[in-house]
């Protein structure tokens, strides 16, 4: 990150020290290296935030013409770590860092020029721009808590109070309405120091640990529109307001519960905002393209649709406290962990081996007929006489520290320098010390406690399971295979975690890896020995590589 020069070469002059300075020295920026360039960047702000020279107006004109040119390469690293995922832990931990230390060091330097101007507002170099320096202020102090939500980690109190006295400091000033471009080449689009807190405040009430970075940048991107239907008020309207901020409070927004008031409480509603949301929903419902509606050329449905009521959900005007479906109680014990499709697969299939084995109830088989057909067949009668042989399986276990427990799932605390694998929609395969066989679960909520350690929320997917085998079906096989053969000549087969319908409760499922999955497509359904035809239909559940998909008997084998 840091350039060491050899003894006796020139240094070169310092970038913030004016206009032409800084444009020279953007000039001579590897242009074929984005990381080291966007290094070089952040280390040239860091070392002007670090010197106490005069804040010219030179120096901030400097400084705001980096900022400019610059951005671009902030955004390409920004798209890079949004469409990777699943990155290693090492590469996601650079790539962060880089991005927020560049959020940080300009948030720092544009808030050094506005202290500079409340010291001494006759001769402050940002008097003549002054709503445009606190408007990125306070834009990336925003972007800066976003960062943080993509690793699920709550804003600090320092920070909240300082981004509520630039909002307190536009107000004093008279300019917090008062619409400035962002940048020139922002496309037209105005926005106002009062648009760029709206939006931050508006943002940490989705930071609920429950969406993932992709959906966070996409609401943001939505607000920058968005936040124009929202308007701070003094005094408080229970007929119109819902939300209130206090601007002295070491945190952020918060519903209105009770009747609050104050000289530094700020109000707003969503109605308007709401309507909005629901107008898209219709349009697009309707056909509409969501481009045209300002969604982004990113935005894809159905998913879209999804986010945009969870969206709708979360910014209600008012929400009712909704008793949990289970309550939730403490409950320490330790909880044995696996990961992915094929390593929760083999312990389920362990478990409904050793349960065969042990002549425990119905067998594996018969447990399939029953779910299938509602009995057992003569053939499953005759096989269960045939002995089976459990599969050892090495597979990597951790083991973590259950918090709670519900009937609907467990929360947990994790050792965050070992869990490079753990996100937002992860199948995990769960085994209580309490209990005697695996279940399976998908990874709901996250959230970081202390310096390492970080809350897991798991909704229950199957407390009781079977692990299948799938043989694709002459004219259901994928597009590289040839009447249900593979190029090698072998039938295609699959694995998949077979879940029974509860009582009333939907239909037979299947949780698969997501690259099998076609609708329509048939299976023969193999669970130690026989098999069984289903065909896939709907997408009950999505996660990061794999779905649960409902099941139907084909046509042909019920009338067979």
């Avoid at 312990?347 to 042990?358: C, G, H, L, T």
């Avoid at 694995?495 to 497509?521: D, F, K, Q, T, W």
């Amino acid at each position: 990150m840091f350039e060491f020069l050899p003894f006796g070469r020139k240094k070169s002059a310092d970038p913030l020290s004016g206009l032409d300075a800084a444009t020279r020295w953007l000039s001579e920026l590897p242009a074929g290296d984005l990381h080291a360039s966007h290094d070089r960047v952040v280390e040239s702000v860091a070392r002007f935030n670090q010197q106490d020279g005069p804040l010219s107006a030179e120096r901030l004109e400097a400084l705001m013409h980096l900022d400019q040119h610059s951005r671009r390469t902030q955004e390409a690293l920004c798209r890079q770590y949004l469409l990777n995922p699943r990155m290693p832990r090492a590469m996601e931990s650079r790539l962060w860092n880089m991005v927020y230390a560049y959020y940080w060091e300009f948030t720092r330097g544009y808030h050094a020029f506005l202290m500079d101007y409340v010291a001494r507002p006759a001769a402050a170099a940002a008097k003549p721009v002054l709503p445009l320096v606190t408007a990125r202020a306070m834009h990336y102090f925003a972007m800066g808590f976003k960062w943080r939500y993509f690793r699920f980690e709550r804003v600090d109190e320092k920070s909240w109070k300082r981004l509520h006295n630039l909002y307190r400091f536009a107000e004093f000033s008279g300019f917090e309405r008062v619409a400035t471009a962002l940048y020139p080449d922002s496309d037209g689009r105005d926005t106002s120091c009062a648009e760029q807190y709206a939006q931050a405040l508006m943002l940490d009430f989705l930071h609920s640990g429950s969406l993932f970075p992709r959906q966070m940048e996409t609401v943001s991107g939505w607000l920058c529109s968005w936040s124009r239907t929202l308007e701070f008020e003094r005094r408080y309207d229970p007929g119109r307001h819902g939300f209130y901020v206090d601007l002295g409070a070491a945190r952020g927004a918060r519903r209105v519960r009770r009747p609050v008031d104050g000289d530094k409480c700020r109000y707003w509603g969503t109605h308007g905002l709401i309507a909005l949301i629901e107008q898209m929903r219709g349009a697009l419902r309707a056909g509409e393209i969501p481009a045209r509606l300002g969604l982004g050329e990113d935005c894809r449905l159905p998913a879209c649709l999804d986010l945009l009521e969870e969206v709708a959900r979360q910014w209600a005007p008012t929400v009712p406290r909704v008793r949990r479906r289970h309550e939730r109680r403490r409950a320490v014990q330790m909880l044995e962990v696996v990961q992915g499709v094929r390593d929760v697969f083999s312990q389920i299939k362990a478990d409904n081996d050793s349960a065969e084995e042990e002549g425990d109830g119905l067998s594996y088989e018969e447990m399939v007929d029953v779910h299938l057909y509602g009995f057992v067949t003569k053939r499953t009668q005759d096989k269960r006489k045939l002995p089976g042989k459990p599969i050892p399986q090495e597979i990597p276990r951790e083991r973590w520290v259950m918090e709670n427990e519900s009937l609907g799932g467990y929360g947990a605390t994790v050792d965050r320098t070992q869990d490079d694998w753990l996100r937002l929609g992860r199948l995990v395969g769960l085994k209580p010390e309490r209990k005697s066989s695996w279940q399976v679960a998908v990874v709901r909520r996250l959230a970081q406690q202390a310096a390492n350690l970080r809350y897991v929320g798991m909704e229950i997917l199957a407390h009781r399971a079977l692990a299948v085998t799938l043989r694709a079906r002459e004219g259901h096989a994928p597009t590289y295979a040839t009447k249900g053969a593979d190029e090698a000549g072998t039938v295609h087969t699959a694995l998949g975690i077979y879940v029974p319908a509860e009582a009333g409760n939907g239909p037979c499922s299947l949780i698969m890896e997501a690259a099998e999955y076609a609708a329509g497509r048939v299976f023969d359904m193999v669970g130690g020995g026989k098999p069984h035809a289903v065909r896939l239909t709907e997408i009950l559940l999505k996660g990061d590589d794999w779905l649960q998909v409902a099941l139907e008997e084909p046509a042909r084998d019920r009338t067979g």
